[in-house]
């Protein structure tokens, strides 16, 4: 019998915090007060996240649009400067083929072919001139040895006053552009004495 005692007292005990107080109802309300208010707030924050979630898409959107727009301004640009960039280059070069079909007029008003040289000569001049302005070089290759790089042979011939590999005369006069090669003199080249 004693042991039903303890039994019974056992019993008693685990009862006891089941029962409901005043103050148990008021901390279980709190909390499910609490659960109910982070759920307003998480439901909220997530409400929050998406409209700044759609918003970051639309700045996206705009974004890669204006971007799309700038590269197309950029290549029409550079479209327009690419076909009017030899426009200076033609604007100084006007005058010098004014001044050619003047001196075709005189050629053919005149039998005097030393002024014609001269006015010739003077054109020449200008252009080359233009040319310089523009980064064009003459490369000088007359009495120099044959640099395959910047001339192309064009014959050979035997020479007394010009040493073997040397440049007798030009044929077709080579150029440079801002030091890249435009094109290649034609030149003939000695074979040394015979």
């Known amino acids: 019998m004693k042991k039903e005692k303890n039994t ?15 103050e148990s109802c008021a ?5 499910a007060e609490e659960q109910s208010m982070n759920m307003a707030d998480i439901v909220g924050e997530l409400d929050k996240a998406q409209a700044d979630a759609a918003k970051n898409r639309d700045l996206y959107l705009r974004a890669v649009a204006d971007l799309d727009t700038y590269r197309r301004k950029v290549q029409r640009e550079k ?15 006007l005058p010098s ?30 252009i080359k001139k233009v040319f310089a302005n523009f980064g064009v070089e003459e490369i000088a290759a007359a009495g120099k040895p044959f640099d395959p790089n910047t001339s192309e042979c064009v014959s050979h011939e035997p020479s007394v006053d010009v040493p073997e590999n040397g ?10 552009f801002n030091g890249r090669l435009l094109r290649a003199a034609s030149v003939v ?6």
């Open 8 to 22: 019974s007292t056992e019993n008693t005990e685990t009862q006891e915090p089941a029962q409901t107080t005043p």
């Open 27 to 31: 901390a279980e309300d709190m909390a």
């Open 79 to 93: 479209q327009e400067l690419a076909k009017f960039a030899l426009q200076p280059l033609i604007e100084e070069l």
């Open 97 to 126: 083929i004014d001044h050619l079909d003047m001196a075709i007029d005189a050629a053919k008003n005149s039998d005097d072919s030393k002024n014609i040289l001269t006015g010739v000569e003077m054109v020449s001049a200008q």
């Open 167 to 176: 440049v007798i005369k030009v044929v077709r006069k080579g150029y440079t």
């Open 189 to 194: 080249v000695s074979s040394g004495r015979e």
